[in-house]
DNA sequence: CTGTTATTTCGATAATCGTTGAATTATGGA
DNA sequence: TCCATAATTCAACGATTATCGAAATAACAG
């Protein structure tokens, strides 16, 4: 449950959405480092420190790759974010904002 | 988009969070001040402070009721955070984790 | 008006945050 | 080995945060 603050709190920052975002974007098999720092420009310091941040709160994880290291987005933790913001910050009111494609056509009322 | 950060700050606290969800549970009618404070026995004071916050971020309303203030959770604001991780932090991958009832059945797909 | 209740505002404080420059570690190539 | 590349760690800084006690404001009752 403090989970989620931390999750939020590591998403509470521009550049850090930005870098999570961006290895959203990079897929399962993430992005290095480096291509993070080029791709929005940001100083190596600097973003090792925001990775750090989104890496203890379980958003992704890091692997050595040769000189690289390869950070990658960790969905199951963000689903779990979006599944407890759904259920605890909606409850029983309407919520979910409909799925994105292939939502379903508003029915008709039934008269009594 | 730099609406999501300061919703998603927002919520990044603990007192905070559990205050949006007093509100999300009180309904649209939302509650008083001080009903918040004593269900999680916080000071007045702080708790203004959390109030304002939650409600820059665009998550909460407040209104004069006699001599208190009732604040009430604003559900298409949350909507509207949801929808933003769900389209920009899962982009591609499955993500929406399952509306929590009345889930469509899984389709089966249509063979050539 | 006076007093009471409900809430906010103000000033101060300790803690945490985001960024920077400089130094450091780790890996691989010549 | 020596050098270059990729990234992290460290110390410092100004800025923001969450909390507190005390004072102020707002609405109502007598």
Redo the contacts with the bound molecule.
Sequence with gaps: MSDAVVAL?AL?????LDVFRFLVQAGREGA???????GLD????????????LRVAGLVT?R????????AAKYEQMNALIAFLTQNCCQGVQCTPAPVEGQARKRRKIPA
Tied chains: 1, 2.
């Design positions: 709190a509470a920052q521009n550049n850090r290095p480092a480096g291509m993070v720092a080029a940001l100083p190596p310091n600097t973003l090792s420190f925001h990775f750090d941040r890091a050595r790759e040769g000189r690289s290291i390869i950070y």
